[in-house]
């Protein structure tokens, strides 16, 4: 079995930036400028947050929080996103999710600039995405195929079973493993909570895509041998025994999948380290479409 080692790849490719911002900053030029919007005190969001800042800081990318308090109406949070989408300095932003109840997700996703829209959730870039247009990949997805790029995953022919079919992770992985590229001309199978015979059709996998979020989800009988098996998810399950109260872990059973498995990523150190440099590869594509016309 073969660990695919997100955290290992997102810091070699966190060198990466460091240089390109280097050397934007050395001929004199502004480096990027990552913004987030974090509405309330949500402790995961409040974590993915610090962490997207620690990744900036690490690279020479400029990073701003915007924390709003979780009663903030719609009609405020819509200004803050119009305030960052004429804010000049700013080249990319997200608006970390969930959001509380009282906001339409969809209505304020849909009011981000999709030139500065780094997480490609607005329906502009998804419909790039869709028809194979230069425009910004969500960043799970993204951080997923550069997992198997970097891996030297043979995904062409491969029977990819993806389960979950969320805006943010299922439905666009599964567009990019079927699209014409590479990675990619992978037959796609979407797996979702209708799904009949949900075993026997993970087990048809070649490549195994998890992001049901329900953790340890997927055994190891659900499992071909050899498969490559790529966990999504990113649980906190409360525990006394540990410092924080709590440890992580995903979708996948990893005790008796990785006995299994070709290829597995871990979690934490898989999917999640990619994440994070996903949001900054789609900061720094942002500056260049902006400043390398
Ligand atoms: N919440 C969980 N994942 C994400 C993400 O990738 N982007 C944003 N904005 N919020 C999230």
Redesign the pocket.
Do not use: E, G, K, R
């Given at each position: 079995m073969v660990l695919l080692d997100g955290k290992s790849l997102a810091a070699e490719i966190k060198e990466e930036i460091k240089k390109e911002t280097a050397a934007i900053i050395d001929r004199g030029e502004k480096a990027p400028h990552l913004a987030?919007i974090l509405v309330g005190e949500d402790p995961?969001?409040q974590t993915?947050v610090a962490s997207k800042e620690k990744a900036c800081h690490e690279t020479g990318i400029t990073s701003s929080v915007y924390k709003y308090p979780a009663n903030i109406s719609e009609e405020e949070l819509l200004k803050a996103v119009d305030f960052l989408n004429h804010d000049n300095e700013i080249d990319g932003f997200?608006?970390?999710?969930?959001l509380p109840p009282q906001i339409n997700v969809e209505r304020i996703i849909s009011a981000i600039d999709p030139a500065k829209d780094v997480?490609g959730?607005h329906p502009e870039n998804l419909g790039k995405m869709m028809t194979g247009q230069q425009g910004f990949v969500?960043?799970?997805p993204l951080g997923i195929m550069q997992l198997l790029e970097r891996y030297a995953i043979e995904t062409e022919g491969k029977h990819c079973v993806v389960v979950g079919r969320s805006n943010?992770v299922g439905t666009p992985v599964s567009i990019l493993m079927s699209r014409k590229a590479i990675p990619g001309n992978a037959t796609v199978t979407l797996c979702h909570s209708h799904t009949q015979n949900l075993g026997e059709i993970c087990r048809s996998a070649d490549i195994l895509i998890a992001a049901i979020g329900k953790p340890g989800f997927i055994k190891a009988d659900m499992v071909k041998e050899g498969a490559v098996v790529i966990d999504v998810g990113i649980h906190r399950i409360p525990d006394e025994s540990k410092e924080k109260g709590y440890f992580i872990t995903g979708d996948v059973d990893f005790a008796e999948v990785s006995k299994k498995a070709g290829w597995i990523t871990p979690v934490p150190g898989g999917v999640g380290s990619m994440?994070i440099v996903a949001?900054l590869m789609n900061t720094l594509k942002a500056w260049k479409m902006k400043y390398q016309k």
């Open positions: 987030a995961a969001s993915y997200i608006v970390q999710l969930p997480d959730f969500p960043a799970t943010i994440t949001l």
